[in-house]
């Protein structure tokens, strides 16, 4: 006979103690496949046809597909398995042991976002014994703190497929159908060094960048005028000049320089299509300037990502936990589950505020109304 099913608390304090970080440092970047199995074992002892989906080229990691109940439709319950680093000498409690202190559940990845998986796994327990209409997938990804490897290995494969996913990501259980995306681009300049008397032995790279940085500005200028949305924090698109490298004396031509920038696009913008519109301003500088402009994306970048106001899900979501849908800053996996064609908003227990620091906590008053809200999602979807 298989062992019984963890309780909540003891299925969260065995994913908090399988240490998953995800980096784009490699010295930091860690396998998720210990936090995958246990969810592998319990939805299988649950009755769920389970596949886990290694991550081409990301050896060490992968999603996991689990699906209760067949057919099209249906609701997909989304969360990754992966946490950023931490600073264990700054916590008060050991990062990797579940610890209950103040009606708050300590632990790394409790709110950011391991906590969502027993929490949904909770709900789906009540609905094992019934005939479901539509299935109830629960997905598990990798990589979403760094490269997105997971989402985007699910949009290559096409799934899962359903009317409407939630992902669980921490918003104080109020619903968010909108953020916006996230582009971190470098441009690096070769110039020709030389003695700086005479500006004719080389080309500077640096008064390339400069003029660079002018066309990036301006081309923010014009996008801040040309795009708004009032629903979010910061209403326009921003593009932030983050650090810059080059040359190595006074008295020589700048050789080299390099840079690299964050730009935060709105709903309505694309990735390729800013990346064009920067390409085509930097393109004429090669020639005025005599010098090589290569420009790189640091990483594939996060989409735009917008569920409109009417949609189905989103009405619900309102109506069940009483807030209107938001916008937020922070970047998640929803573009993707999105660009699967399904309904998507973001939706989960624990404050963004905990997220990403020292003593990540889950507060215990979360969970309950958590659970019946995704029993209710589920009843409306899956029944
Ligand atoms: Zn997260």
Redesign the pocket.
Known sequence: MPAPLPDTLTMLHRLIAAPSISSATRSLDQSNLTVIEHLHEWLEQLGFQTEVMHIPGHAGKANLIATLGTGPGGLVLAG?TDTVPCDPELWRSDPFFLTERDNRLYGLGTC??KGFFPLAIEAARQFVDQKLKQPLIILATAD??SSMSGARALVEAGRPLARAAVVG??TSLKPIRMHKGILMEGIRIQGRSGHSSDPSLGANAMEAMHAAIGQLLQLRQELQQQYRNEQFAVSVPTLNLGCIHGGDSANRICGSCELQYDLRPLPGMTLDGLRNAIGERLRPLSDRFGVQIETESLFPGIPPFETPAQSELVRLSEKLTGHRAEAVAFG?EAPFLDALGMDTIVLGPGSINQ?HQPDEFLALDQIKPTVELLRSLIAHYCL
């Open positions: 990754h950011d976002m979403e703190e990501e921490p998640t997220a």
